[in-house]
């Protein structure tokens, strides 16, 4: 052995390779804890790897910039896994149109409550106007949210984290709340989790079955588009 | 995984970058892809077999793709300590809220029809 410790770590911490096995290690050893647990909400594999990921980046020192060199093969995917949303959508069509009037007043019924709680609630607990206007397109897929916080004088940076805490929230309180109001419909469920917490709701609605998972891919989308137009408008209606 | 489909996903998702930046649209360029696609779908009347196998072979492990961007998170912690009792409360809140809301709507207003099924156990996907 002619390298030293230290070289190594240096070589570790530098090549993709690490970002990249550690994504994959702490997601597998999240699902393994999902499935064991029997499938507890809390023990939610995007949340459990997101904690273990940034303690061993906090603990080693190693910055995000340098982790995502090998995390981004990961991330890469995201686009094509969103086109790919069309299969579902196309396959439980025939669902999605004998409900179209149910899921539009739905969608504006939800993509209202998102927003407005948010606002409202922050508002009642004291947050700054720059927060509020960050809070307020946090159900929506990051891309758009960070547009709309752009526009409406929001942080676009604290945007994109306020959106993914939304993603895990819903994605493991999703089931547990639905339960709690007595929803078992799988459209309803899937349409839900979709507007609520965007790809990663959805993600988890996929996780649940085909039918939610269409509806929900379906509800980012419209969500997105929703909000996008609508927010913009209100906000300057209301002169905030 | 087929490779030409898989080429078809990314090609769907690069026009739809170019859309997005061309017209300058609010909606993200995949969400553009998916909506080309879902078009496609509906002209040819049908998905390839092996378009579905490498669309579900995507999704089946939707929920990895955001663990990268979730990390992130740490970056801004600083920017979250100051005010992250607020957020707490609104994130939480308004999540149950609109979860709620969109689910309870959505039942209400649904056309009892009867060649739907009873409610699936709920089940992996393909």
Known sequence: ?240 | MSLPFLTLLLSLQLVGEILHLAFGLSVPGPVIGMALLFAGLMIRGGAPPALEKTAFGLLENLSLLFVPAGVGVMLYLPLLAAEWRSVLIALVGSTIAAIAVTGWVMVKLNRPDSNEQPPELPEQSP
């Open chain 1, 1 to 240: 052995m002619s390298r030293d410790i230290g070289d190594l770590w240096v070589y570790l911490a530098a090549t993709p390779l690490t970002g990249l096995t550690i994504t994959l290690g702490a997601y597998v050893f999240g699902q393994w804890i999902f499935r064991r647990s029997g499938h507890r909400p809390i023990l939610n594999p995007v949340l459990l790897a997101v904690v273990i990921l940034v303690g061993v980046l906090s603990v080693t020192g190693v910055d995000y910039p340098t982790y995502f060199q090998g995390a981004q093969f990961v991330h890469f995917l995201l686009g094509p896994a969103t086109v790919a949303l069309a299969v579902p959508l196309y396959r439980q069509f025939d669902k999605v149109r004998r409900s179209a009037l149910s899921l539009s007043v739905a969608l504006v019924a939800g993509s209202l409550t998102a927003a407005g709680t948010a606002m409202l609630l922050g508002g009642w607990m004291g947050a700054s106007r720059e927060v509020l206007l960050s809070l307020a397109p946090k159900s929506v897929t990051t891309p758009i949210a960070m547009g709309i916080a752009e526009l409406t004088g929001g942080l676009p940076s604290l945007t994109a984290v306020l959106v993914i805490l939304t993603g895990i929230l819903g994605a493991v309180a999703g089931t547990g709340v639905l339960r709690l109001v007595g929803i078992v419909d799988p459209k309803a469920t899937g349409f839900a989790m979709g507007l609520a917490s965007h790809g990663i709701g959805t993600a988890r609605a996929l996780e649940l079955g085909e039918i939610q998972g269409a509806f929900a891919g379906l509800a980012m989308g419209l969500n997105g588009l929703l909000t996008a137009v609508l927010l913009p408008l209100i906000l300057a209606w209301l002169g905030v």
